[in-house]
T-cell receptor
């Protein structure tokens, strides 16, 4: 069964901490994405990557960085966590092509206190 | 301008009734794809159904069908014989271009609640 795995389901961190959210896919997908989801704001794209070591900013990259050293792994980094980064974070991957949708991980609910 | 519009923030439907969730889109690209996803309270996004802009027939997947009206730029999701487990958020999304501009453009979602 193909999967996108996010390392943590729930995470609680303190303000100012450096936070790593890990995402691994086993489908050999080129493209990987990080979204955050907040009530009333829908899905907002933070960063995406279309190849190893490649990254592109999404709609809300401020306060975040990413790393993709291997094709299967895409990490989201909160350099200095703040309370306004409390959110649900969703990782997704896809093949390239018009008919391909995304496969999502189960999400990480991050709380910054 | 919104590229994907879901006008129903929430819906209540009686179990076993059919449900139609609205989605309209806006694109000038002749080649595009439309997707529906379901997000239960657990948070995971589940792919339901896909419709390509050149597909001649409406897509169907089990109890899900997509009512694709190209001229009206609408791609409504129809769930037949709704079940309690259908209670979830439903998102409509679009990908423009034949070779995947990488990103999906998302609607704001519709919260569907099935009443027993």
């Amino acid at each position: 069964d193909v999967k996108v795995t996010q390392s943590s389901r729930y995470l609680v961190k303190r303000t100012g901490e450096k936070v790593f959210l890990e995402c691994v896919q086993d489908m050999d997908h080129e493209n990987m994405f990080w979204y955050r989801q907040d009530p009333g704001l829908g899905l907002r794209l933070i960063y995406f990557s279309y190849d190893v070591k490649m990254k592109e900013k999404g709609d809300i990259p401020e306060g975040y960085s990413v790393s993709r050293e291997k094709k299967e792994r895409f990490s989201l980094i909160l350099e200095s966590a703040s309370t306004n980064q409390t959110s649900m974070y969703l990782c997704a991957s896809s093949l390239t092509g018009g008919g391909y949708g995304y496969t999502f991980g189960s999400g990480t609910r991050l709380t910054v206190v | 301008a919104q590229k994907i519009t879901q006008t129903q923030p929430g819906m209540f439907v009686q179990e076993k009734e059919a449900v139609t969730l609205d989605c309209t889109y806006d694109t000038s690209d002749p080649s595009y794809g439309l997707f529906w996803y379901k997000q239960p309270s657990s948070g995971e996004m589940i792919f339901l159904i896909y419709q390509g802009s050149y597909d001649q027939q409406n897509a169907t997947e089990g109890r899900y069908s997509l009512n694709f009206q190209k001229a009206r730029k609408s791609a409504n999701l129809v769930i037949s014989a709704s079940q309690l487990g259908d209670s979830a958020m439903y998102f409509c999304a679009m990908r423009e271009g034949p070779f995947g501009n990488y990103q999906l453009i998302w609607g704001a979602g519709t919260k569907l609640i099935i009443k027993p």
